[in-house]
């Protein structure tokens, strides 16, 4: 399963666009890349996944360049409620493994 | 019904006890998971069941025992457990191999073993 580092912490305030990179060198063919996302005392919840190329939903975006050995989770006008933990996964198999994650902390 | 629960949300038990925790899902899912999270870690990956069957351990301790009666029930047997087992334990499902995929995972069990 490839590794994944993503940045311990970040800060942002209300209203702004949030980029979110995670670095996977050793990606397979056959991985996918899945983000989650969590709050304290609650299970992980599903953001996004992708392949390739970009891929939006109603809550973020991912962007994964050709190489696919790093991608990003951009999130759009943040609010006090996104402030939560961000987990990047990578892997093809039944496993998600996580990693450290990035603690997204959300100013007024 | 995109929901797993998973029950009780609080356990307290002391170290010769047993107990069980509880996950049920309703979305025909067939591969469901068990994770233990420490405070301020990520979560750990336990145990996987695909198609009722264990496919993943890793490598966790006996005193943790996975049933899984069905598709949709999925058991965390507890026995002689320590004070460094306190912790969230987490069930999640999918519907296979995660390939394009989601995972719906339960609100998870607060454990404090004394």
């Known amino acids: 399963l490839a590794k994944t580092t993503q940045p311990i912490s970040m800060d942002s305030y209300e209203g702004q666009e949030v980029n979110i990179t995670c670095s996977h060198n050793?990606?397979?063919?056959?991985?996918?890349i899945t983000w989650y996302q969590q709050f304290p005392s609650q299970g992980p919840r599903f953001i996004i996944q992708?392949?390739?190329t970009k891929v939006t939903n109603e809550v973020a975006s991912l962007f994964i360049p050709a190489d696919r050995k790093s991608s990003t989770l951009s999130l759009p006008r943040v609010s006090l409620s996104d402030t939560a933990v961000y987990y990047c996964?990578?892997?093809?198999?039944?496993?998600?493994?996580f990693g450290q994650g990035t603690t997204l902390q959300v100013k007024p | 019904d995109t929901e797993v629960t998973q029950t009780p949300k609080h356990l307290v038990m002391g170290m010769t006890n047993k107990k069980s925790l509880k996950c049920e899902q309703h979305?025909?899912?067939?591969?469901m998971y068990w994770y233990k999270q420490k405070a301020k870690k990520p979560p750990e990956l336990m145990f996987v069941?695909?198609?009722?069957?264990?496919?993943i351990n890793e490598s966790v301790p006996s005193r943790f025992s996975p049933e899984c009666p069905n598709s949709s029930l999925l058991n965390l047997h507890l026995h002689a457990l320590q004070p460094e087992d306190s912790a969230l334990y987490l069930c999640?499902?999918?519907?296979?191999?995660?390939?394009?995929?989601?995972?719906?995972f339960g609100q998870g069990t607060r454990l404090t073993v004394v």
């Open positions: 999640a499902s999918s519907q296979g191999d995660l390939k394009g995929t989601e995972a719906f």
């Open positions: 050793n990606i397979a063919t056959n991985d996918y």
């Open positions: 992708g392949y390739k």
């Open positions: 996964l990578v892997g093809d198999t039944g496993k998600l493994i």
């Open positions: 979305m025909g899912h067939r591969a």
């Open positions: 069941y695909s198609y009722e069957k264990l496919s």
